[in-house]
């Protein structure tokens, strides 16, 4: 794992930029292929934040492709093996993105991001103690807060525009918008993977509270995996060694930032407030220590270009 020479908040590349997104900027290699930057941008409440965390671009592509690889017996995703020089030809432009980009091949994102909750917390928490249910799965009586679910639950919501918030949606609006067959297998694919990563995870010592994730379709109407996946950015990680039901768990995502945020007047509108530079230092860390755990060795001899 190399660590981030350069921080990069804002990529410009001399290629078509179709779009710049809370994290990820998106450009145009062909008519067939897209190359996406992961930036060191991070956004909380879903407003991007002032303020890049180093490094923090490249940790969550090298998790996400190491997912990518752990998940091809699941459902096959967008990768392309590409090599950057054949798309970006200036030398120092490759040095600067790192290990931020992937190529990709252009798919049919799907309008419903798939998220899956295997613990009580966030917003299902908050559900839930208004109502004994999250999306309208009705859950046991009595649960804490950051209490293990019986079972993982697949809970829908509606994709947000930059500055707007997601909207959990229920099973039945999710085959309403994408219609039952390809819902179904939107569901049943992502507790797949989700039980999968889970299990792995838990034996490096991280918990995955919960995760998101992104599908699309190819010409020939195949769901494939798309954007990112088991990320610190789509996901809660916690470490088991200090996990207790009825709290909010330390976690190794961008929650530290939330809880700083949590404390502000601030009303989760842009722009977002400036961040102290121990909450970046201590959430480059978090991401750092999150991908020393999981990935381990699997990046050592990965040939990646650029």
């Known amino acids: 794992m190399n660590k981030a020479s350069t921080t990069l908040f804002e990529s410009d590349l001399n290629l078509k930029l179709l779009n710049r997104g809370k994290v990820r900027d998106i450009y145009e290699v062909d008519d067939s292929h897209l190359l ?13 934040m002032p303020q890049p965390i180093p490094g923090k671009g490249e940790v969550l592509t090298r998790v996400a492709n190491f997912w990518f690889d752990r998940t091809r017996d699941i459902v096959p995703n967008h990768l392309a093996d590409i090599p950057l020089e054949e798309i970006v030809t200036d030398p120092r432009q490759r040095e600067i993105l790192g290990d931020r980009w992937i190529v990709v091949r252009k798919l049919k994102p799907l309008p419903v ?63 309403a918008l994408l219609g039952e067959e390809i819902a179904i297998q939107v569901r049943d694919i992502s507790l797949a993977i989700y039980r999968q990563a889970a299990h792995y995870a838990l034996e490096k010592g991280i918990i995955i509270a919960d995760t ?16 990112e996946v088991l990320t610190p950015d789509s996901s809660r990680f916690w470490p088991a060694s200090s996990y207790r039901p009825g709290c909010s768990p330390p976690s190794f995502d961008k929650q530290f930032v939330r809880d700083y945020l949590e404390t502000l007047d601030w009303d989760k509108r842009p722009p977002g407030p400036e961040l102290p ?19 381990g060795d699997w990046h050592a001899g990965k040939d990646r270009a650029g």
């Open 113 to 175: 991001e798939a998220i899956v909750r295997g613990y009580l917390i966030g917003s299902g928490w908050k559900e839930y103690q208004q109502t004994g249910s999250v999306c309208g799965i009705p859950l046991p009586g009595g649960l804490q807060q950051a209490a293990r679910l019986p079972e993982p639950i697949f809970t829908p919501s509606t994709k947000a525009e930059v500055g707007d918030h997601d909207v959990n949606i229920s099973f039945e609006q999710a085959k």
């Open 36 to 48: 996406i930057v992961t930036t060191d941008r991070l956004s909380a409440f879903d407003v991007v």
């Open 212 to 227: 998101k994730f992104e599908f699309g379709l190819d010409g020939e109407g195949r769901i494939q995996l798309i954007d």
């Open 277 to 295: 530079q121990e909450v970046i230092d201590k959430t480059a860390e978090k991401y750092q220590e999150a991908e020393k755990r999981l990935t």
